[in-house]
């Protein structure tokens, strides 16, 4: 073995250190590969979390003996059978994807080619994709952002844990053959871009959607047959993580013959047996004498399995090559023993500088109107039909709420309840200010919960980040966190599991912080699901919250000035929390027609998207003293945009005033076009023009 392949392998000095005080002697290059990837970021989380969970993807209660199990990753497949090996059928995924500008050809190029693939791995397996966002900045541009979100539902008897309980039992490997595909690929995920070499890079997975519906399949078969005791799906560091993270949650051993692992390439050594990344495959933890009934099982659906080894009551992790042992380590020293790495923290010298811009020089437009559009017709704004066309949404024909509105809503077979979905986080903001970048992502994802008409329950995250070694996106990284697990508590939505992804950067260049909130809630009822579309002609405008001078950070403030400066909009929590019951008790009373929530482009882009969903126009009349850009295109937070029947007028302000919340009527619907007026402006759009932009964005460009 080399001197310094624990350097090669990812590996510091301290840590090479370490891990021969831990085995009291020195690692085989075996065992050195298991530890490089178990103690890479990709696995261990070397840098403080918001929360670990122990096991692969969370799970909430929602009533009537069924649980949701989520989780929020960074690819399609991977986090599917985080999603069923606990049990559950998936039933939905949600994506967040940022990209460089449209303008340039290879970001063209590359968001066609992973729309393409998301749509192709979950139309293929049966989930449909039914809601998500998109953002693009330049910041993305040499390093794209895949962040996918699945749900799924499942009876809780029917729970599956991610352990090897029992020694005696058997550990049985099923779905795809192993190949030397991703290996080493959890060392390389914690490597800036342009530090790996191409060598690295090549090591390229592969996603198989038909072998994956078949293994999601047979899985959810097994787990009816009683005879599984536990399960994990072979992500990150492969077969390494499985075995040593199951054994280390149910304080056991496994041992693990590699001759007996079913492989599709000739003389795979071990280290690449016990490193590689292939996808589609699980690790089931069986009853002891069940193996025979499980094969069988196995077999009818056509996929590969073997019984690799057993559960030990040892402790350790132990490899052997037939009969001889080639790596022997303590499970929890592989998974507990990770050095954790608490890295200084400064302010950026760019923060200081950008928050004191004075927005108060900025000259006002001549023509809002043309202002508006613009807004409608950035990709960020501007409808992602382009996208979601090439997702079914509709395979299981249960979702209520299609993609296009604030949150997708399902429903739950035999009752008369629902399942709402969303995922938020604006990277504008955490740059400018993380910690209430952090707040606010939390916030606007439980707002457009409540705008659907539910209650929000429970919150799964990914935290991409650049380099944490580094002070400033160290100090990024805790400010943001801080700022979401603050407005979880205050809203109790408790962060149940998620993901830390670093190192997303280029040349020294990171992209700019993008903390990711996936967010679950309960409509309890469906005949309170509620949209963002305006209904019919002559029902009121009513905003809840308060228009405010805040410029900050703004859509409006990065598209029309080229500024990126200020400091985005202040979330008064208690004011918040007023906003969102008041917005949920109407609804719940039948009162609430519409609900949708302001935040990117501000109200007059709230507005806009309203009468484009409902497809009918409104009359509205802002009179604060307020200037008008501040007023159309700020991004203040705590508003919500209701609508109600006209004659329910004096019931729903009395309800308001009950509720001591702000509130203000600005209009009613009604038209063929969004007229605005202020003091000495007005915004006035035809829905035509802004329908032909605002779908018609993403489409031009991609075919520019």
């Given at each position: 073995m080399?001197?310094?392949?624990?350097?090669?392998?990812?590996?510091?000095?301290?840590e090479y250190?370490?891990?021969?005080?831990?085995?009291?002697?020195?690692?085989?290059?075996?065992?050195?590969?298991?530890?490089?990837?178990?103690?890479?970021?990709?696995?261990?989380?070397?840098?403080?979390?918001?929360?670990?969970?122990?096991?692969?993807?969370?799970?909430?209660?929602?009533?009537?003996?069924?649980?949701?199990?989520?989780?929020?990753?960074?690819?399609?497949?991977?986090?599917?059978?985080?999603?069923f090996?606990r049990?559950?059928?998936?039933?939905?995924?949600?994506?967040?994807l940022?990209f460089?500008?449209?303008?340039?050809?290879?970001?063209?190029?590359?968001?066609?080619?992973?729309?393409?693939?998301?749509?192709?791995?979950?139309?293929?397996?049966?989930?449909?994709?039914?809601?998500?966002?998109?953002?693009?900045?330049?910041?993305?541009?040499?390093?794209c952002?895949?962040?996918?979100?699945?749900?799924?539902?499942?009876e809780?008897?029917?729970?599956?844990?991610?352990?090897a309980?029992d020694?005696?039992?058997?550990?049985?490997?099923?779905?795809?053959?192993?190949?030397?595909?991703?290996i080493?690929?959890?060392?390389?995920?914690?490597?800036?871009?342009?530090?790996v070499?191409?060598?690295?890079?090549?090591?390229?997975?592969?996603?198989?959607?038909?072998?994956?519906?078949?293994?999601?399949?047979?899985?959810?078969e097994?787990?009816?047959t009683?005879?599984?005791?536990?399960?994990?799906?072979?992500?990150?560091?492969?077969?390494?993580s499985?075995?040593?993270?199951?054994?280390?949650?149910?304080?056991?051993?496994?041992?693990?013959?590699?001759?007996?692992?079913p492989?599709?390439?000739?003389e795979?050594?071990v280290?690449?047996?016990?490193?590689?990344?292939?996808?589609?495959?699980?690790?089931?933890?069986?009853?002891?004498?069940?193996e025979?009934?499980?094969?069988?099982?196995?077999?009818?659906?056509?996929?590969?399995s073997?019984?690799?080894?057993?559960?030990?009551?040892?402790?350790?992790?132990?490899?052997?090559?037939?009969?001889?042992?080639v790596?022997?380590?303590?499970?929890?020293?592989l998974?507990?023993?990770?050095?954790?790495?608490?890295?200084?923290?400064?302010?950026?010298?760019?923060?200081?500088?950008?928050?004191?811009?004075?927005?108060g020089?900025?000259?006002?437009?001549?023509?809002y109107?043309?202002v508006?559009?613009?807004?409608?017709?950035?990709?960020?704004?501007?409808?992602?039909?382009?996208v979601?066309?090439?997702?079914?949404?509709?395979?299981?024909?249960?979702?209520?709420?299609?993609?296009?509105?604030?949150?997708?809503?399902?429903?739950?077979?035999?009752?008369?309840?629902?399942?709402?979905?969303?995922?938020?986080?604006?990277?504008?903001?955490?740059?400018?200010d993380?910690?209430?970048?952090?707040?606010?992502?939390?916030?606007?994802?439980?707002?457009?919960?409540?705008?659907?008409?539910?209650?929000?329950?429970?919150?799964?995250?990914?935290?991409?980040?650049?380099?944490?070694?580094?002070?400033?996106?160290f100090?990024?990284?805790?400010?943001?966190?801080?700022?979401?697990?603050?407005?979880?508590?205050?809203?109790?939505?408790?962060?149940?599991?998620?993901?830390?992804?670093?190192?997303?950067?280029?040349?020294?260049?990171?992209?700019?912080?993008?903390?990711?909130?996936?967010?679950?809630?309960?409509?309890?009822?469906?005949?309170?699901?509620?949209t963002?579309?305006?209904?019919?002609?002559?029902?009121?405008?009513?905003l809840?919250?308060?228009?405010?001078?805040?410029?900050?950070?703004?859509?409006?403030?990065?598209?029309?000035?080229?500024?990126?400066?200020?400091?985005?909009?202040?979330?008064?929590?208690?004011?918040?929390?007023?906003?969102?019951?008041?917005?949920?008790?109407?609804?719940?009373?039948g009162?609430?027609?519409?609900?949708h929530?302001?935040?990117?482009?501000?109200?007059?882009?709230?507005?806009?998207?309203?009468?484009?969903?409902?497809?009918?126009?409104?009359?509205?009349?802002l009179t604060e003293?307020?200037?008008?850009s501040?007023?159309?295109?700020?991004?203040?937070?705590?508003?919500?945009?209701?609508?109600?029947?006209?004659?329910?007028?004096?019931?729903?302000?009395?309800?308001?005033?009950?509720?001591?919340?702000p509130?203000?009527?600005?209009?009613?619907?009604?038209?063929?076009?969004?007229g605005?007026?202020?003091?000495?402006?007005?915004?006035?759009?035809g829905?035509k023009?802004?329908?032909?932009?605002?779908?018609?964005?993403?489409?031009?460009?991609?075919?520019?």
């Amino acid at each position: 073995m080399k001197d310094d392949l624990w350097r090669e392998m990812g590996l510091s000095e301290q840590e090479y250190a370490q891990i021969k005080d831990l085995l009291k002697r020195e690692p085989n290059e075996v065992e050195l590969g298991m530890f490089s990837v178990m103690w890479s970021e990709h696995c261990s989380y070397k840098n403080p979390v918001l929360q670990e969970t122990g096991e692969n993807a969370g799970i909430v209660d929602i009533g009537d003996g069924q649980a949701v199990v989520f989780k929020n990753a960074t690819d399609v497949g991977g986090v599917i059978r985080d999603v069923f090996t606990r049990g559950a059928r998936p039933i939905a995924l949600l994506n967040s994807l940022r990209f460089g500008s449209l303008k340039n050809k290879e970001t063209r190029s590359l968001f066609e080619g992973i729309v393409a693939e998301i749509a192709t791995y979950g139309n293929r397996i049966g989930i449909p994709t039914v809601a998500g966002e998109v953002y693009f900045h330049p910041s993305y541009e040499d390093n794209c952002l895949v962040n996918v979100l699945c749900v799924g539902l499942m009876e809780q008897q029917e729970l599956v844990k991610g352990w090897a309980a029992d020694p005696g039992n058997s550990v049985m490997l099923v779905g795809a053959r192993t190949g030397r595909d991703g290996i080493q690929g959890a060392t390389f995920a914690a490597e800036e871009r342009g530090a790996v070499s191409a060598e690295k890079e090549a090591t390229v997975l592969q996603g198989d959607p038909p072998l994956g519906e078949l293994l999601m399949e047979v899985c959810l078969e097994l787990n009816k047959t009683g005879y599984v005791v536990g399960m994990q799906a072979l992500g990150a560091a492969g077969l390494t993580s499985s075995a040593c993270e199951m054994a280390m949650r149910a304080g056991t051993g496994i041992e693990i013959d590699v001759v007996k692992v079913p492989c599709r390439e000739t003389e795979m050594s071990v280290s690449e047996i016990m490193l590689s990344e292939s996808q589609e495959r699980m690790l089931v933890v069986l009853q002891q004498g069940k193996e025979k009934e499980v094969q069988e099982l196995i077999n009818k659906w056509g996929l590969a399995s073997a019984v690799i080894g057993r559960v030990t009551a040892d402790g350790f992790l132990t490899i052997k090559e037939g009969e001889q042992t080639v790596a022997r380590i303590p499970a929890q020293v592989l998974t507990e023993s990770c050095p954790r790495y608490d890295w200084e923290a400064r302010e950026p010298e760019y923060l200081a500088q950008a928050q004191a811009y004075d927005l108060g020089t900025l000259p006002e437009m001549e023509d809002y109107s043309k202002v508006l559009l613009t807004l409608l017709g950035t990709p960020t704004i501007a409808s992602k039909e382009w996208v979601y066309n090439q997702y079914d949404h509709l395979l299981d024909v249960d979702t209520v709420v299609p993609p296009g509105s604030g949150a997708a809503v399902l429903r739950v077979k035999r009752f008369n309840k629902g399942i709402a979905l969303t995922v938020d986080g604006n990277s504008r903001y955490v740059y400018l200010d993380p910690y209430r970048g952090g707040q606010i992502a939390v916030a606007e994802a439980a707002r457009n919960l409540v705008c659907s008409g539910a209650r929000p329950l429970a919150v799964t995250d990914c935290l991409n980040f650049g380099n944490p070694e580094k002070p400033e996106i160290f100090w990024q990284f805790k400010e943001a966190v801080a700022g979401m697990s603050d407005v979880c508590r205050e809203l109790e939505t408790p962060v149940i599991g998620g993901k830390a992804s670093f190192y997303h950067e280029t040349e020294g260049e990171a992209i700019y912080p993008t903390p990711v909130v996936g967010m679950i809630g309960l409509v309890e009822d469906l005949a309170q699901v509620t949209t963002v579309a305006f209904k019919q002609e002559a029902d009121l405008i009513i905003l809840l919250g308060q228009n405010k001078d805040e410029l900050g950070a703004s859509t409006y403030l990065s598209v029309i000035h080229g500024l990126e400066a200020g400091r985005p909009p202040e979330l008064n929590l208690e004011l918040e929390k007023q906003v969102q019951n008041a917005a949920a008790e109407l609804i719940k009373m039948g009162l609430a027609v519409s609900a949708h929530d302001c935040a990117e482009g501000g109200l007059a882009v709230a507005l806009a998207e309203c009468c484009l969903a409902g497809k009918i126009g409104a009359e509205v009349a802002l009179t604060e003293n307020l200037r008008p850009s501040s007023i159309l295109f700020g991004e203040a937070q705590s508003r919500i945009i209701v609508t109600i029947r006209k004659q329910k007028l004096d019931l729903v302000l009395q309800q308001l005033k009950n509720m001591q919340v702000p509130y203000k009527v600005l209009g009613n619907v009604g038209g063929e076009a969004l007229g605005i007026a202020g003091v000495g402006w007005k915004v006035n759009l035809g829905l035509k023009e802004m329908t032909e932009k605002y779908r018609g964005a993403i489409a031009c460009l991609m075919e520019y």
